[in-house]
């Protein structure tokens, strides 16, 4: 999984999932032509001279930044195994339940997730419910002496981020850097022993207020807003002589980016692009009154869009077989839905988020040219089909037994128990070769699809269409101009309380980074990553690896040949740290990308060559042995991975940095940093799902019923712990059932990583592990970064939202949760027995 400490991921894909007044063809194009010089662009001359002057317009916005781009064609591609639907925030809600998604640390990043990019933290003010009795803060109770001067010392934590990057202070500096940020953080009057999240990031909301353009702010958004502005200066720079040729790999990336961010090419053609691509499509008939439902085929469409790297109404993708991680597979799943989850269409609670989205639909309609009162009748009609559909999709909680979901077939066997569809044509159009009735596929939602079809046929066809279409344009419109991302920011205000929508250049960056995130990784590795760094890494976790096995060798409730077989899991899990090799070596980075077309002045049509570019990707592996050697993360994100086909761990070189890592600090702070991290998705392997995958990746039954048997009670204990836990703010208790995987791995992570330091300790007694201000022994040090990894805060919509969907905890009761499990925490901190942080009775896994 993610930073959130997880999720996995198998394969690229993770499961993703008006009538307008009567007007002719041509009169529709009138209607959305363009201003030139004083004319309607309305013909097919003045159509060229428009192109003409954008080409024009192009090449003086280049020729501004002194790089020497290419207006001819330029190939470009994805970036990653993992790169998926640009601006798809808010179409990937079933990844976290997918047996091929991988475990995360944190439930962020690039455009996974509905709600990624506010995963990760909560409010740490007092809730009410604990007494906040002032303890003393003498040494000798095994609590931390703060030097309040320091307090006094702001400091500025995005400037201090970027002295990493560019090598900056020694060993001194850092630390007193890295002091004065965690007493900042703290609140001093807090009682440990109460509410170690309070003591730890009581101040962070304070002096670290959410942004206006974010629904959350956290160490984990703090940490990528500062990859970012790396990132968006390499993007910037202007090509090297030796990169200048239209295969580069680096001249495509820069280029992707140029086209984003040339807004005034984006506002001549507003929206022109998408409009003919829809008529090439069929019409959306939500604009078109002459539309002809004589003519449409919902199967052809739906497969058409898949081309597009879009899953509408069905999810397909080519991905590793999970019994069979060795062989390549056919695989279908239900879809996701156009909000986050299925309870924001059938629970009443939820109403005002569904009329919004409905208000966000005929907006969008409305500004491609339907008609208000036909916008209106058609998307009533619209959410009431995708309504009916959520009704028949599956919830989470359901989900999250692979071995009942999953039913292998071959398309003959499907074709019989749903012989309304036709398989062999819907695939052919796909893989764009012909299929065999006797290949295989995985099928993990076959009750939704035989409900799927049942609803089909009960539905007019224009609605149909409506819908395939409207979750392809919601995408597409993001790649035009601003107007309609004012009524996308209008929409998210409500669903996530987001106040202005992220600056153009942010958003270029997430898109190029997702896209074409290994051209951007070898920009970043080669100018910022410390190779001593990747060394270190390695070295850590093989020492927390080490932990493991030796707990498995203490643990009683686990019988002797499950022990065996998980340790030698233990041993086989492969290591991925920084970057992969390959990004380093032009010639093989420009082959990554050879098949994608670049321009810089047609950010629209760079999109869909790059969605059809990964779709072909994905859909040719078919046949094909999997190669689990590869790396399938872009390097410069910020998060860890762990995926269970493969039984490997990934570590990109963007988490590599404070407070997660850095050479100067007290080891303390990096192994309470990434070597709890790298505990984390150790842990993920053991998890409620990871534990079903053998050494090989392969999912069977390789536990006896014995130790099964004792891993769901102990399971259960945390699923009862973490469902006590309420975000008071909203009234919402925490979903114990579908964030057990993060918990196990929380609480195995930390345990491992404590463990392996402690021996660091005893080996390295002569080393200082004391920050500048700070009276505090490594040992305390270790669990207070881990809390401050944690710290942040949430606006009231998106932690509603969080809590309906996250697979992971809010940052406030990760630390909680976690330490009050911890008895080397107790005893750090002399907690006495009873308290919140050390109750009698704790719950404990791994």
Not at 66 to 91: C, H, P, R, T
Not at 334 to 345: A, C, I, K, N, V
Not at 444 to 465: C, E, H, N
Not at 711 to 735: P, S
Request: a neutral charge.
């Amino acid at each position: 999984m993610t930073i959130t400490l997880s999720k996995t991921t198998i394969t690229p894909r993770e499961s993703r999932a008006r009538i307008g007044s009567r007007v002719s063809k041509d009169d529709r194009t009138i209607s959305h032509g363009h201003l030139n010089n004083g004319k309607l662009a309305d013909s097919a001359s003045s159509r060229k001279e428009l192109d003409r002057e954008e080409n024009d317009t192009a090449r003086k916005f280049f020729s501004d930044r002194s790089v020497n781009y290419f207006i001819d064609k330029v190939k470009v591609e994805d970036g990653s195994d993992d790169a998926q639907d640009l601006d798809e925030e808010m179409d990937n809600f079933l990844d976290d339940y997918h047996p091929e998604i991988d475990d995360t640390y944190e439930s962020s990043g690039g455009s996974k997730d509905y709600y990624s990019e506010y995963d990760g933290g909560t409010t740490g003010t007092n809730d009410g419910r604990e007494s906040r009795k002032k303890k003393s803060t003498r040494q000798k109770d095994g609590i931390p002496f703060i030097n309040s001067t320091w307090l006094s010392v702001a400091v500025d934590q995005i400037p201090y981020l970027r002295t990493f990057w560019r090598d900056e202070g020694n060993a001194r500096s850092i630390r007193e850097a890295r002091a004065r940020i965690m007493l900042r953080y703290m609140d001093k009057s807090a009682d440990p022993c109460q509410d170690f999240y309070r003591y730890a990031c009581g101040n962070w909301a304070k002096r670290n207020p959410i942004p206006k353009d974010k629904a959350g702010y956290d160490t984990f958004e703090m940490l990528r807003e500062s990859l970012d502005s790396v990132l968006r200066e390499l993007l910037e720079e202007p090509p090297h002589t030796a990169q200048l040729s239209a295969d580069d790999a680096i001249v495509k990336a820069k280029n992707l980016f140029g086209s984003c961010m040339n807004y005034e090419i984006l506002e001549r053609r507003m929206e022109r692009p998408l409009i003919q691509l829809l008529d090439q499509l069929g019409g959306w008939p939500i604009l078109r009154p002459d539309w002809n439902s004589d003519k449409f085929d919902w199967l052809l469409l739906t497969a058409q869009l898949r081309l597009y790297n879009n899953d509408v109404l069905i999810s397909e993708w080519v991905g590793p077989d999970i019994k069979n991680s060795d062989k390549y597979v056919i695989q279908f799943d239900q879809t996701s839905l156009g909000l986050p989850t299925r309870d924001y269409f059938l629970q009443r609670s939820n109403t005002v988020y569904l009329e919004a989205y409905k208000e966000y639909l005929i907006k969008i309609a409305t500004l491609l040219g339907a008609s208000l009162d036909n916008a209106t009748v058609q998307a009533g009609q619209l959410i009431e089909f995708e309504t009916q559909l959520a009704t028949i999709t599956s919830s989470p909680d359901e989900r999250r037994n692979f071995s009942e979901l999953y039913q292998r077939m071959s398309i003959g066997e499907l074709r019989m128990l749903v012989p309304q569809i036709d398989w062999r044509r819907y695939l052919s159009i796909v893989l764009a070769r012909p299929v065999n009735l006797s290949e295989p596929v995985v099928v993990f939602a076959l009750q939704y699809i035989q409900d799927l079809v049942v609803l089909l046929s009960k539905t007019r066809p224009r609605t149909v269409a409506n819908y395939l279409l409207w979750r392809f344009v919601r995408h597409r419109v993001n790649n035009l101009d601003d107007r309609f991302q004012a009524v996308k920011q209008k929409f998210y205000y409500i669903l996530f309380g987001r106040e202005q929508a992220p600056s153009r250049w942010k958003n270029c960056v997430t898109q190029v980074n997702s896209n074409m995130g290994m051209a951007v990784g070898s920009m970043f590795v080669k100018k910022y990553f410390d190779e001593n760094s990747k060394n270190d890494t390695l070295s850590m976790t093989r020492e927390i690896q080490r932990s493991f096995r030796e707990l498995f060798d203490k643990t009683n409730w686990i019988d002797g040949e499950t022990k065996r077989l998980a340790t030698e899991k233990v041993n086989a899990m492969s290591l991925r740290i920084g970057y992969p090799d390959f990004i380093l070596q032009p010639h093989l980075l420009n082959e990554r990308y050879k098949d994608v077309i670049i321009r810089p002045d047609k950010y629209f049509e760079n999109t869909l060559n790059i969605l059809k570019h990964l779709t072909r990707l994905e859909q040719d592996r078919l046949g094909n042995t999997v190669n689990k050697t590869l790396w399938n993360t872009a390097p410069a994100v910020v998060n860890a991975y762990y995926s269970r086909n493969k039984n490997q761990i990934m570590f990109p070189a963007g988490i590599l940095q404070p407070p997660f890592y850095h050479r100067f600090f007290p080891r303390s702070l990096n192994y309470g940093g990434i070597g709890v991290v790298i505990g984390h998705e150790i842990t993920h392997g053991f998890d409620d799902k990871g534990r079903l995958f053998d050494k090989n990746g392969n999912l069977h039954r390789w536990w006896k019923d014995e130790a099964i048997n004792s891993f769901h009670r102990r399971a259960q204990c945390l699923i009862d712990q973490y469902a006590r836990y309420t975000v008071t703010e909203v009234g919402m208790q925490i979903d114990g059932v579908n964030t057990q995987g993060e918990n196990i791995a929380d609480n195995g992570g930390i345990k491992q990583a404590f463990t392996a330091y402690e021996r660091w300790l005893r080996a390295n007694q002569e080393e200082d592990e004391t920050l500048p201000g700070i009276s505090a022994t490594g040992k305390q040090l270790f669990f207070l970064n881990f809390a401050q990894v944690w710290c942040g805060s949430m606006r009231p919509e998106a932690t509603r939202n969080k809590l309906k969907t996250a697979v992971h905890s809010p940052g406030k009761f990760r630390v909680i949760g976690t330490l009050s499990n911890s008895k080397d925490f107790a005893q750090v901190f002399n907690c006495p027995p009873g308290s919140p942080m050390n109750p009698l009775s704790k719950c404990s896994v791994w």
